[in-house]
C-alpha cells in the first residue's frame, strides 16, 4: 500500500489533437490542454493539483509525446491514473504512459533537447482530412532548396530572425541538433527539427522562410543572410500550426 502522507510525483506521456484548444497553459475560460488535464486530475484526487509540462504548446498545435509532471499526495497508483484519466478525458486527449519518478525530477528543466515536426500538404487541391494537421501548399515545392535551408540551421545560431517577441531578455542562441526532411508520400512532407530547446514560434517561423526558398522566392544565399541578419521582419511568415506536432522530448 502507498503512503499517502508521503508525496509523489507522477509523470505523463501525453498525446493530444491541439484543434479547438487555445494552447497548452492554463487559461481563464478557454479550454486549453494543461486546464483540461488539470480539471481530471482534481476529480481523481479531490484538489488542485499543477502539472508541468516539458514546453508549452501554442493554439492548435499537436503533440505526439508531451512529457508533464505532478506533485501529489494520494495512494493512487500511476496504472490508476493512467486508466482513470483516459476515462474522463475527451477523445482529443490521450494519457499514453504513466510513471513515478524521484520527487526532483522537473519536465521542463530536466528536457536535455525537444523535437518537432512540420508536416506540409503539397497538392494543388487541399485535403479536407487534413486540415487541421498540415499546412496546405499548393504549387510545387523545390526540395533540394528547402534542404540546403535545413542544412544552414543546424549547429549553433542566435535564432532571433524566427522568434516571435515575447520576453525580450531571453537567449535566443540555440542549438540546432537536427533539421531533415523525408516524403511520407508524393504530396505529404514531413520536416523534423531537435534542439536545446526552441524559442517562441522558431519552428513555424523557419517553415514560414523554407517554404520562400521551396517557391523560389528566396535562395540560400538570401536565407543565410536573414538568419545572420537577428532581423525577424526579413524572415518570411510564420506557418500555420496545424502542421506542427511535439514530436519528442529527450532527457
Known amino acids: 500500500m502507498v503512503n499517502k502522507k508521503e508525496e509523489k510525483n507522477i509523470k505523463l506521456i501525453i498525446a493530444y489533437d491541439g484543434t479547438g484548444y487555445f494552447g497548452w497553459q492554463r487559461q481563464f475560460e478557454q479550454p486549453t490542454i494543461q486546464g483540461t488535464i488539470e480539471e481530471k486530475i482534481k476529480v481523481m484526487v479531490g484538489k488542485p493539483v499543477t502539472l508541468i509540462a516539458s514546453g508549452r504548446t501554442d493554439t492548435g498545435v499537436h503533440a505526439l509525446h508531451q512529457v ?34 524521484s520527487l526532483d525530477f522537473h519536465a ?20 479536407p482530412f487534413l486540415r487541421h494537421y498540415t ?4 504549387r510545387l515545392l523545390d526540395l533540394h532548396a528547402m534542404k540546403e535551408c535545413l542544412e544552414v540551421v543546424k549547429g549553433i545560431h542566435d535564432f532571433s530572425s524566427f ?18 526532411i523525408s516524403i511520407q508520400d508524393s504530396h505529404l512532407l514531413s520536416f523534423n527539427f531537435e534542439a536545446n530547446g526552441f524559442l517562441r514560434h522558431m519552428v513555424r517561423n523557419i517553415m514560414g ?9 528566396i535562395n540560400t544565399a538570401n536565407f543565410i543572410e536573414i538568419l545572420k541578419s537577428k532581423d525577424r521582419q526579413k524572415a518570411g511568415v510564420m506557418a500555420p500550426p496545424g502542421g506542427l506536432y511535439l514530436k519528442d522530448v529527450k532527457y
Open 209 to 217: 522562410t523554407i517554404v520562400q526558398a521551396g517557391l523560389g522566392e
Open 135 to 138: 499546412w496546405h501548399v499548393s
Open 108 to 127: 521542463r528543466y530536466d528536457a536535455k533537447s525537444k523535437v518537432y515536426e512540420y508536416r506540409i500538404y503539397n497538392e494543388k487541391l487541399p485535403s
Open 163 to 180: 522568434y516571435s517577441a515575447g520576453d525580450g531578455k531571453i537567449n535566443p542562441v540555440r542549438n540546432m541538433i537536427q533539421a531533415e
Open 68 to 101: 508533464a509532471n505532478f506533485r501529489v499526495f494520494s495512494t493512487l497508483t500511476p496504472s490508476v491514473f493512467l486508466k482513470g484519466l483516459n476515462s474522463l478525458l475527451p477523445d482529443s486527449i490521450i494519457i499514453k504512459e504513466a510513471e513515478y519518478v
